[in-house]
């Protein structure tokens, strides 16, 4: 179609950011991270590559997400330990912070609870800002890979996706079927992703991860937590992210308990205010 004579003037206007974010509580990143400074480790989960593993955190201990042999980019799913219905929301997640998450960031639940799960404290990544294509790491964009879009794009049957990694450590982890434990897979934190939006056509982008062994993203939990970490077929997802071909290396999660005393006055946040009469 024609454009408008006033084309230019309608894209001329300024944007308004849809949720301003300075009324968020804000979480005390100075505390979190002398929890951080007294912290023993209690456990560690090793992600083999190409495969998925499920930790716990208790609510006031610290997680840490590690590069450990090469460059590699993870798949996270949280939820509530005690309530699977309650889970990571990365569409709010993305609405409140923006399209890539670093430090003093934080993983909103679903409705009705909407409140933190997890607070970033610790971005070891948090230098490489967003680059000349647009791309950051970190991202609330991308939803996983999965078996269903490499179906309807390419034909295949690709089982060792990030989708499918999730839903056999869920399974695994809780005693549900295969079949039982998909509907609680959702999207995702894409750790150590490097991503964005191309200017010309607005498409998904992925390139190469500038994670290196060392690396981490450390994170407090704010309530009882079940994760799931898929360490992604695509490796360092410099070129495609369902593949048996790509370099992959496994990543390592840590839980570190602070010290006795340290969270003292410190309250687990409670679910969200909303009356949920939705006007009746």
Same mark, same amino acid.
């Given at each position: 179609?024609?454009?408008p004579?006033?084309?230019?003037?309608?894209?001329?206007?300024?944007? &308004? #950011?849809?949720?301003?974010? =300075?009324?968020?509580?804000?979480p005390? /990143? +100075?505390?979190?991270?002398?929890?951080?400074q007294?912290?023993?480790?209690?456990?560690?989960?090793?992600?083999?590559?190409?495969?998925?593993?499920?930790?716990?955190?208790?609510?006031?201990?610290?997680?840490?997400i590690?590069?450990?042999?090469?460059?590699?980019?993870?798949?996270?799913?949280?939820?509530?330990?005690?309530?699977?219905?309650?889970?990571?929301y990365?569409?709010?997640s993305?609405?409140?912070?923006?399209?890539?998450?670093?430090?003093?960031?934080?993983?909103?639940?679903?409705?009705?609870?909407?409140?933190?799960?997890a607070?970033?404290?610790?971005?070891?990544?948090?230098?490489?800002?967003?680059?000349?294509?647009?791309?950051?790491?970190?991202? &609330? #964009?991308?939803?996983?890979? =999965?078996?269903y879009?490499g179906?309807? /794009? +390419?034909?295949?049957?690709?089982?060792?996706?990030?989708?499918?990694?999730?839903?056999?450590?869920?399974?695994?982890?809780?005693?549900?079927?295969?079949?039982?434990?998909?509907?609680?897979?959702?999207?995702?934190?894409?750790?150590?992703?490097?991503?964005?939006?191309?200017?010309?056509?607005g498409?998904?982008f992925?390139?190469?991860?500038?994670?290196?062994?060392?690396?981490?993203?450390d994170?407090?939990?704010?309530?009882?937590?079940?994760?799931?970490?898929?360490a992604?077929?695509?490796?360092?997802?410099?070129?495609?992210?369902s593949?048996?071909?790509?370099?992959?290396?496994?990543?390592?999660?840590?839980?570190?308990?602070?010290a006795?005393?340290?969270?003292?006055g410190?309250?687990?946040?409670?679910?969200?205010?909303?009356?949920?009469?939705?006007?009746?």
């Open positions: 179609m024609q454009e004579a006033d084309a230019d003037a309608r894209r001329a206007i300024a944007p &308004v #950011i849809c949720y301003p974010n =300075d009324t968020l509580p804000v005390d /990143l +100075a505390l979190y991270r002398r929890a951080m007294s912290a023993e480790k209690v456990s560690e989960v090793l992600v083999p590559a190409r495969e998925a593993a499920c930790f716990r955190v208790a609510a006031g201990q610290i997680f840490r590690s590069s450990v042999e090469g460059p590699q980019v993870g798949d996270l799913n949280l939820w509530n330990a005690h309530d699977l219905s309650e889970r990571f990365s569409g709010k993305r609405a409140l912070h923006g399209t890539h998450l670093t430090t003093g960031e934080r993983m909103w639940s679903s409705f009705p609870h909407l409140r933190p799960m607070t970033i404290i610790e971005d070891s990544l948090g230098w490489y800002g967003m680059d000349a294509y647009g791309g950051s790491v970190h991202d &609330v #964009i991308g939803t996983r890979c =999965d078996p879009t179906n309807l /794009l +390419a034909g295949s049957q690709y089982h060792h996706c990030c989708h499918s990694n999730l839903i056999r450590a869920l399974a695994d982890e809780t005693g549900m079927s295969l079949a039982e434990a998909e509907p609680h897979v959702h999207d995702v934190l894409n750790v150590f992703m490097c991503t964005g939006f191309t200017r010309d056509t498409q998904y992925m390139k190469a991860s500038p994670v290196r062994p060392g690396d981490h993203l994170f407090f939990a704010e309530i009882d937590l079940l994760g799931a970490l898929s992604c077929p695509g490796g360092d997802c410099s070129s495609e992210h593949s048996d071909t790509a370099a992959c290396h496994p990543l390592l999660v840590e839980v570190f308990a602070p006795e005393g340290v969270l003292d410190w309250n687990s946040p409670p679910v969200n205010g909303y009356d949920r009469s939705h006007g009746r």
